[in-house]
């Protein structure tokens, strides 16, 4: 198992997210925060004190690419999350470790130690 790292959960479905947390504080990490929209994310990125993020393409219609953004340029790792339904992600965030919905527990802590890499 992987060192826990905080990491702030950006996800615009409560059940999602729950569920989301939930597997993370099983695999031994903590929830920094959670964020259900851009503005709270981009807010999240801007003061900073988590390891890790793991970003929701789509939240409330809403992409949250400026907040892919914002980890990019302060060197904060991230994972892009997605329904599969989505176009593919700016060419800048191409190589973003991707964790495809539904999540399962067993496909994210290998995706959070390719991040954390």
Not at 49 to 78: M, S, T, Y
Not at 85 to 106: Q, R, S
């Amino acid at each position: 198992m992987s060192n826990g790292r905080d990491i702030l959960v950006v996800e615009d479905e409560p059940l999602i997210a729950m569920m989301l947390e939930d597997f993370l504080e099983t695999l031994g990490h903590r929830i920094f925060a959670s964020c259900d929209t851009v503005e709270q994310a981009l807010e999240q990125a801007q003061a900073g004190g988590f390891d890790l993020a793991i970003l929701d393409v789509n939240l409330k219609g809403e992409l949250v690419w400026p907040v892919a953004e914002a980890l990019r340029q302060r060197n904060v790792p991230f994972i892009i999350a997605s329904g599969g339904h989505v176009e593919p992600p700016p060419a800048a965030f191409a190589n973003a470790p991707l964790l495809e919905k539904p999540y399962t527990i067993d496909r994210i802590a290998p995706v959070i130690d390719e991040a954390s890499a």
